[in-house]
Nanobody, 116 residues
Framework: QVQLVESGGGLVQPGGSLRLACAAS????????MGWYRQAPGKERDMVAT???????NYADSVRGRFTISRDILKNTMFLEMNRLNVEDTAVYYC??????????WGQGTQVTVSS
């Protein structure tokens, strides 16, 4: 089974930027959809951005125009570039891999804290 490991989280001031990475132990091209989700304290896990096999991307309204999802197929790594961060972006960020007919795989999460 593919395993996912996130990195790149941390503490950043409002208006700052971070780049998250999700390294997969197997091929990410074989996935139907890969994506980033986030969960703030006391809230449900919500979709942030997804990218499908064809490279089509989708974003939550709250991050569209500020965040960019991308992937490096040769390195089996997915990224989330986050710009103009605000305190509402504070959450644990998880990467996800979905392939039809298989169990969805989640990473362990990486904390992003936006605070002055």
């Amino acid at each position: 089974q593919v395993q996912l490991v996130e990195s790149g989280g941390g503490l950043v001031q409002p208006g700052g930027s971070l780049r998250l990475a999700c390294a997969a132990s197997g091929s990410i091209f074989s996935a139907d959809v890969m994506g980033w989700y986030r969960q703030a304290p006391g809230k449900e896990r919500d979709m942030v951005a997804t990218i499908n096999k064809r490279g089509t991307t989708n974003y939550a309204d709250s991050v569209r125009g500020r965040f960019t999802i991308s992937r490096d197929i040769l390195k089996n790594t997915m990224f989330l570039e986050m710009n103009r961060l605000n305190v509402e972006d504070t959450a644990v960020y998880y990467c996800m891999r979905l392939r039809v007919g298989e169990k969805t795989v989640w990473g362990q999460g990486t904390q992003v804290t936006v605070s002055s």
